[in-house]
């Protein structure tokens, strides 16, 4: 499969494919980056169908990780309306992949964009109740964040202005179709959550029996490859 890294904007980038006049543009998720197991299953069988993919590196991920500013959705959101610009350029139509946290940047950023078809894996669909339940495991209140600003923990960095942002900027509008795939032992995303958003804005949402929040097994990772080849139609 041919792919060429670049740099867009300064921002490290992955284009896979020949130019086809389709561009998928991919998010990843925390801890990751532009060539995850995950984004690189999507290439694949987004290429075989004549689409390209266009996936970059988040801020503090990928070649990006000597990076000190914290992680913003603001940020995130201003480059991803970057990436989808360099796309426009070059492709007639646009769709979108995200992946847990990528997806959730992607809901903020591409509400109003025109899309052709988006399919989210694991996505976070609810980030506030997640940094709740975050903070429920760190026992502390919205108080004591609020002083401290940043809270150290064994499973995600806390960090007050991430999470005001967050509060301000719910998840009202999303009108594009939509598949989501989510592993049934998903503990970050807990289900009522992702059903709740999948009926309000109408997404197709399929479980993998077993699978987990992070897709990484060859099992997982081959199931992930079926159910996205088959919607890639």
Not at 69 to 85: H, I, S
Not at 97 to 109: I, P, R
Not at 159 to 166: G, R, S
């Amino acid at each position: 499969m041919e792919w060429n890294k670049l740099r867009i904007d300064g921002i490290p980038a992955v284009l896979w494919g020949k130019e086809t006049g389709k561009i998928i543009l991919a998010a990843h998720g925390s801890h990751s980056s532009k060539i995850d197991d995950c984004i690189c299953v999507l290439a694949r069988e987004a290429v075989r169908r004549g689409y390209q993919v266009l996936s970059f590196d988040l801020p503090r991920h990928g070649e990006r990780v000597y990076e000190t500013a914290p992680l913003m959705p603001d940020e995130c959101v201003r480059e991803l309306r970057g990436m989808y610009a360099y796309a426009a350029a070059r492709a007639r139509t646009i769709s979108l992949f995200g992946c847990s946290m990528g997806a959730y940047f992607e809901l903020l950023a591409f509400a109003k964009a025109e899309l052709e078809r988006v399919w989210f894996l694991s996505p976070v669909t609810d980030m506030e109740r997640i940094i709740r339940n975050l903070m429920a495991y760190c026992q502390v209140t919205e108080e004591t964040f609020r002083e401290r600003v940043s809270i150290d923990n064994d499973i995600e960095p806390l960090y007050y202005p991430y999470f005001d942002y967050v509060r301000r900027h719910p998840v009202t509008e999303w009108p594009h179709d939509t598949r989501i795939l989510r592993g049934e032992n998903d503990t970050m995303c807990e289900l009522p959550r992702v059903q709740d958003f999948a009926a309000r804005f109408g997404c197709e949402l399929t479980e993998q029996k077993g699978g987990e929040h992070w897709f990484h097994t060859e099992e997982q990772l081959a199931f992930f490859g079926n159910w996205i080849g088959e919607r890639l139609e």
